[in-house]
């Protein structure tokens, strides 16, 4: 398992964040969409989950300011090296909506699916569980196996929302 990836399942974020981003900054040959989505999950936490995750977990406030600034940035370059990555768009979305209130409803996000659907990655259907249960009750259950097996930061939040 990779460096980034074993810290940031054990909660050590600041030394996960700094491996990511020398897996993402070098030229490695197995560098995966995963590396730039949860860099960009971990700075958009550390910018707007003050109370839900930078208090609990000890995060400095001068994560807060970079993460602001970092996580759309990791997210766009994740787009150029991975474009038709259905997880990155899909958090690119969902952040703006969180954060902004923009426009992000079930129809985008099944647009979404239509067209960067892969297979490799059910992420998107977290949110869609949120507006039919009963539809996508059998993608909640399989993200949730996923997330219990991999509890990064980005997994723990899935499962906060459809758990």
């Not at 993460?67 to 768009?89: A, S, T």
Request: aromatic share 18%.
């Amino acid at each position: 398992m990779e460096s980034a990836l074993l810290k940031d399942i054990e909660g050590k974020y600041i030394e996960a964040v700094q491996s990511y981003e020398h897996e993402i900054a070098g030229d490695f040959s197995y560098i995966l969409p995963d590396s730039y989505i949860n860099l960009a999950f971990l700075y958009w936490s550390f910018a707007f989950e003050l109370f839900e995750f930078n208090i609990p977990n000890n995060i400095n406030d001068e994560y807060s300011i970079i993460g602001g600034n970092r996580y759309k940035i990791i997210l766009d370059l994740g787009l150029i090296k991975f474009p038709n990555n259905i997880e990155l768009h899909f958090w690119k979305k969902y952040f703006q909506h969180i954060i902004y209130g923009e426009e992000f409803s079930k129809n985008d996000c099944e647009s979404l699916l239509r067209e960067y659907g892969d297979n490799k990655t059910i992420v998107p259907y977290f949110f869609l569980y949120l507006f039919d249960k009963e539809k996508y009750k059998g993608k909640r259950n399989e993200l949730l196996d996923r997330c219990n097996k991999y509890p990064t930061a980005k997994n723990i939040y899935i499962k906060s929302i459809i758990d």
